[in-house]
T-cell receptor
Framework: DTGVSQDPRHKITKRGQNVTFRCDPI?????LYWYRQTLGQGPEFLTY????????KSRLLSDRFSAERPKGSFSTLEIQRTEQGDSAMYLC??????????FGPGTRLTVT | QKEVEQDPGPLSVPEGAIVSLNCTYS??????FMWYRQYSRKGPELLMY????GNKEDGRFTAQVDKSSKYISLFIRDSQPSDSATYLC????????????FGTGTQLKVEL
């Protein structure tokens, strides 16, 4: 039984570049979530998918951010024209029922 | 004012002590409550999930919910150095809400 996996685990990029992260949920989990966590804070919700449909987006998800889940399995989160304020841990979670959410190890983004 | 308040600590206790971690919340629509453990630079790990007032026990962990006071607690018995981590409370709305709202996390250190 494998958990949620995320790739890459760490990404360093220069300001203005685009980055893309991938999340593979627990198999058979049809719900997938993206959160962002900065140092000393709890995770903050970004967006939610049920199967391939993106059903909820936070106001934190500016127009530079886009997320997809094309076949209802893995998901990608892209950040265009990165800014230093985007530096954070990006966490993916999945759930079967929508109640208990299981998190991956996260992708740590550093924008220089 | 944040919807979920949690003392960031750090909290330092001797090995074998009983640890009490707490969160308060302001939104009475929160009906589902979780506790996560997060080791440094790792993703949050689900420890406890409950939706009713009262106590729920799992091994050395007890989750307590008091909806009338909008107060939740996590107790850790016989604490071990391996329990040293950040503990995050999280809550979810009833009525189909999907996102988790987290506290800031309490940093716990269990010393030998």
């Amino acid at each position: 039984d494998t958990g949620v996996s995320q790739d890459p685990r760490h990404k360093i990029t220069k300001r203005g570049q685009n980055v893309t992260f991938r999340c593979d949920p627990i198999s058979e989990h049809n719900r997938l979530y993206w959160y962002r966590q900065t140092l000393g804070q709890g995770p903050e919700f970004l967006t939610y998918f049920q199967n391939e449909a993106q059903l909820e987006k936070s106001r934190l998800l500016s127009d530079r951010f886009s997320a997809e889940r094309p076949k209802g399995s893995f998901s990608t989160l892209e950040i265009q024209r990165t800014e230093q304020g985007d530096s954070a841990m990006y966490l993916c979670a999945s759930s079967l029922t929508g109640d208990e959410q299981y998190f991956g190890p996260g992708t740590r983004l550093t924008v220089t | 004012q944040k919807e979920v308040e949690q003392d960031p600590g750090p909290l330092s206790v001797p090995e074998g002590a009983i640890v009490s971690l707490n969160c308060t919340y302001s939104n009475s629509a929160f009906q589902y409550f979780m506790w996560y453990r997060q080791y440094s630079r790792k993703g949050p790990e689900l420890l406890m999930y409950t939706y009713s007032s009262g106590n729920k026990e799992d091994g050395r962990f007890t989750a307590q919910v008091d909806k009338s006071s909008k107060y939740i607690s996590l107790f850790i018995r016989d604490s071990q150095p391996s329990d040293s981590a950040t503990y995050l409370c999280a809550m979810k709305l009833t009525g189909g809400g999907n996102k988790l709202t987290f506290g800031t996390g309490t940093q716990l250190k269990v010393e030998l």
